[in-house]
């Protein structure tokens, strides 16, 4: 089992047009690899699921590929048409950073290496009630690791 929720975090956050829309908290920033989100995070948040797919393995003679696929949600509330749209903002600000992305701005994680970040969406996150927005896109990780050695 290859878990990317770290890097995943550790790629949004450094990467300044997404992070610069997500609120403070505490001495990071409101990106979150855990549900539910702290009591106290007030405003937009960003929630990195679980492996929601994949496990998909090719072999080949001198590398192994695995395909993963994981949902990161924006959420917001729903009060005002800014923050709405903020929510939207965000959520395409991470669909434009993850889609296409490679191995020189991901980083490695045990041994395997990013070959392709393919993202989808965004589109409509699910929520408990009104007050609240959400936008989710899936992303779809080629990873790589050399079995040449």
Known sequence: ??????????????????????????NSRQVFTRRPAPANAK?????????????????????WQREITYDIAC??????????????????ALANAF????????????????TQAKAYGPMTAPTDDQTIVGRMITVQFLLTQN???
């Open 43 to 63: 405003g937009l948040i960003v929630m990195i699921s679980p492996q929601v797919g994949g496990g998909i393995d090719s072999d080949y003679l001198k590398n």
């Open 147 to 149: 079995t040449a050695l």
């Open 1 to 26: 089992m290859i878990d990317l929720s770290s890097a995943i975090r550790s790629f949004v956050l450094a990467n300044p047009t997404v992070s610069s829309l997500i609120p403070p908290y505490q």
């Open 99 to 114: 889609h296409r992305t490679n191995k020189r701005s991901f980083p490695a994680v045990d041994g395997w290496m990013l």
């Open 75 to 92: 959420y917001g509330p729903n009060d005002t048409p800014e923050n709405y749209r903020k929510v939207e903002q965000t959520a395409f």
